[in-house]
Every structure is written in C-alpha cells, then in structure tokens.
C-alpha cells in the first residue's frame, strides 16, 4: 500500500508574508451567513506569486510562456526532493556538484527555510536561495523542475534576477514556496496544479507529495 499523500504547500491567509513590494495577500468574506446572507461567499485579491507558486517563463522573459500554456509533465510525476541542510547562504553549483541529476527530473530543494523562515513573523531576507552558477548547473544538468522552499529561487538584493533568467529562459519549471519541513529527502509521486490563469507570469499552486 502506498503511504498517504502529504501536502507540501503554505495556507494563503489574509495578511500573510508576501516578497517586499509585491501586493499583500487580501482574503475577506463579503457575503457573511452570521449577518443574513444565504451564502458565505469570500474574495481574494493576492499577487500571482503567493504562497506556494509557480513561476512561468514569462515572470522574466518578456515573451516568454505563460501559465495556462504549460506542459503537465514537469508537476506530474516522480520527483526527488535533496536536503541541503548544511547550506546557510546560497546554494552553489559546488553544493550541486556532488549530486547526480536526471536529464528531465523534477527536483525539490530542502534547506533550513522549512523549519527557519516560514517560521518567522517577517519576510526572511536572509532565506537560502539558488546563486546564478547553480542555476547554470541547473540548466546543464537539463532538469525539467526545481522547486524551492521559500518564496523565490534566487536571492533577495542578490543574484536573483540572474538567477530567474537562466533558469526560466532555459524553460526550467519552477516551484516557489513550498515547505518541506514535513518530507524527507528521496523519491515521492508529485502533483503540483497550479491554477489555470490566463496570459499569467505565475500562479498559486497546491502540490503534494507521497
Ligand atoms: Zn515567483
């Protein structure tokens, strides 16, 4: 028998930590039964790169794919998730280089921003992200995904752009948000749906894990 799946995704909340200067994550109910309505009906106003997210080409290259476009290859399938738990800056293509990679895998990065950031009342500037010469490695590794552990792949006032612009221009899918404070390393069944919207740079996604 198959262990159950596990959900690996953030809850969106009103309020919640979002990327410095992105729109703030707005959940109200409008239509409340306590006050006569005859249905609870709430309203969501969020930027596209919530939560746990996934990142279309598009987010960074100007004609790039965008979300209702992709393939169900990358987010359905076997994926591996690395624990990298000895990281405490970026994560460098000599980190990566010890690993051997698939041609078309989908791979999940678990650093200390599963227990660390997401446990934190700020946004963690100091969360472990991918430096612009693991993204390079990345791309010669030729990974279908990659998924991360905190709200962007690469870092904050450091490479990031860099980073978003090899891997998203080299067609890597990517995964942001995600919280694998509850999954060890190894090899697990994906699904990963991001919502189908329209001509979208990104979109929020519930992925699991079993
Ligand atoms: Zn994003």
Redesign the pocket.
């Known amino acids: 028998m198959k262990r159950p799946w596990k959900c690996v995704s953030v809850p969106l909340r009103d309020g919640m930590i979002h ?1 410095p200067g992105d729109p703030a994550c707005q959940i109200q109910r409008v239509n409340k039964m306590e006050e006569g309505a005859v249905c609870n009906l709430t309203h969501l106003s969020l930027s ?2 919530t939560g746990t ?3 279309a080409p598009r ?1 960074f290259i100007a004609d790039g794919m965008t979300m209702e476009k992709m393939p169900l290859e990358p987010v359905i399938g076997r994926c591996r998730v690395i624990e990298l738990a000895d990281v405490v800056d970026q994560i460098t293509a000599d980190d990566l280089r010890v690993i051997k990679f698939a041609v078309g895998q989908r791979v999940l990065f678990k650093t200390r921003n599963s227990t660390r950031s997401w446990a934190m009342s700020e946004f963690d500037k100091d969360f472990i992200s991918i430096r612009a010469d693991a993204a390079q490695y990345l791309v010669e590794q030729k990974v279908a995904t990659v998924g991360v552990d905190y ?3 690469g870092g904050y006032e450091k490479d990031g752009v860099e980073t978003h612009q090899i891997m998203l221009g080299a067609g890597i899918w ?1 995964i ?2 995600l919280n694998l404070a509850e999954v060890k390393a190894g090899f697990y069944d994906m699904i990963c749906l991001p919502l189908k919207i329209d001509g979208a ?2 979109a929020p996604c519930r992925v699991v894990l079993r």
Do not use: F, P, Q, R
Request: without cysteine.
């Open positions: 990327w596209a790169h997210h996934m990142d987010h709200l962007s792949i990517v942001e948000g740079d990104g």
